[in-house]
């Protein structure tokens, strides 16, 4: 189970930080990656942070989040910073296996960014 949290209303270059806390799987096993659906578009990928810590963005972040995990604590973090407008959707925690490509998603976190 994964539980995002983080999410809410913000103006055009403020930060936020999103949160994932994972329950019932050992974390070191997953892939963790963090996605995003705005109002009529498909989702799409945001980040990913294998273990021990290889990442990937999408081109749109240009150096603006930062995609981290804490294995410990179940933990996956995305800190995004210098919103924009266009960063407005609901964002999805997923954690995929590396062994068996099963694929959990959390419930999601609205995030709006205002002009």
């Known amino acids: 189970q994964l539980q995002a949290s983080g999410g809410g209303l913000v103006q055009a270059g403020e930060s936020l930080r999103l949160s994932c806390a994972a329950s019932?799987?050992?974390?070191?096993?997953?892939?963790m990656g963090w996605y995003r659906q705005a109002p009529g578009s498909q989702r799409e990928l945001v980040a990913l942070?294998?273990?021990?810590?290889?990442?990937t963005y999408n081109d749109f972040v240009e150096g603006r989040f930062t995609i981290s995990r804490d294995n410990a604590k179940k933990t996956v973090y995305l800190q995004m910073n210098t919103l924009k407008p266009e960063d407005t959707a609901v964002y999805y925690c997923?954690?995929?296996?590396?062994?068996?490509?099963?694929?959990?998603w959390g419930q999601g976190t609205l995030v709006t960014v205002s002009r």
């Open positions: 997923s954690a995929r296996n590396r062994y068996d490509n099963r694929v959990y």
């Open positions: 019932g799987i050992t974390l070191s096993m997953y892939t």
């Open positions: 942070i294998s273990n021990p810590g290889g990442t």
